[in-house]
């Protein structure tokens, strides 16, 4: 698994990505600061969101309003992500959209440097523990990706509901409630079923009796 210390370092970012900021004109020192709105659209491959219950969906408008302020350490980023999310109601499994926003803050550091001014790559145990949950800015850029992905998925419900009144659906035959509120099955106790059953043997076996009786008697009649 590579950290996120050795993605930033390693990864060359793109410029030209929508999700990568520039943060040249902000500058190093510490108390600048700069706000930025950018509408980007949503990444996918995994998409962004809860897998397979709710998520925005790939290619959908994303609107990002960010400060970005440098401090001595790097450049600390806060934000707001707005969008639109589709999913499934688990209740009554109708498709269901979401208007989901998503606050975040993130500090992305500056990587250690030499005395050329180039970063200076982390090695294997070091502070990887600490590195394994930090953000870096790399050539004057840092990647918002996973800082706007972990946040969309905590704004997000974990079950998803089409409206808090929805009664779902009918655990014996599957009807939708909402639309069927008088709906119901007779419950039978489990514990009775082999006792009603017996009974209508019981009734069973007596009409039976009761036809050879009848039959017996117009026998005699006949004599």
Known sequence: MISKAG???NGHLDHRNPLVFDTHELGRRPGALQRLTRTV????????????????????PVELELRLESVM???LVTGTARASAE?????????LRQ????DFQEMFSYPD????????????????????????VEDGLFDLEPVLRDAVVLAL????????????????????????PGHHHDAVDMRWAALQGLADTIQDGEKDNMGGADAGVDEKQEK
Not at 41 to 60: F, M
Not at 160 to 166: A, K, L, M, N, Q
Request: hydrophobic fraction near 30%; charged fraction near 35%; include cysteine.
């Open 113 to 136: 440097a030499d005395d050329r001014g180039r970063a200076i790559k982390p090695e294997p145990g070091d502070d990887a523990e600490d590195d394994e949950d930090r953000l870096f």
């Open 99 to 102: 208007e989901v926003v998503a």
């Open 7 to 9: 993605k930033a370092l």
């Open 73 to 75: 350490e790097g450049v």
């Open 41 to 60: 659209e949503a990444p996918g491959s995994p998409a962004l969101g809860i897998d397979e219950v709710i998520g925005v969906p790939e290619g959908a």
């Open 87 to 95: 999913g499934e109601c688990v209740r009554c499994l109708e498709p």
């Open 157 to 180: 419900p974990m079950q998803p509901v089409c409206r808090e009144s929805c009664a779902g659906l009918c655990s014996e035959c599957g009807i939708r409630l909402d639309e069927n």
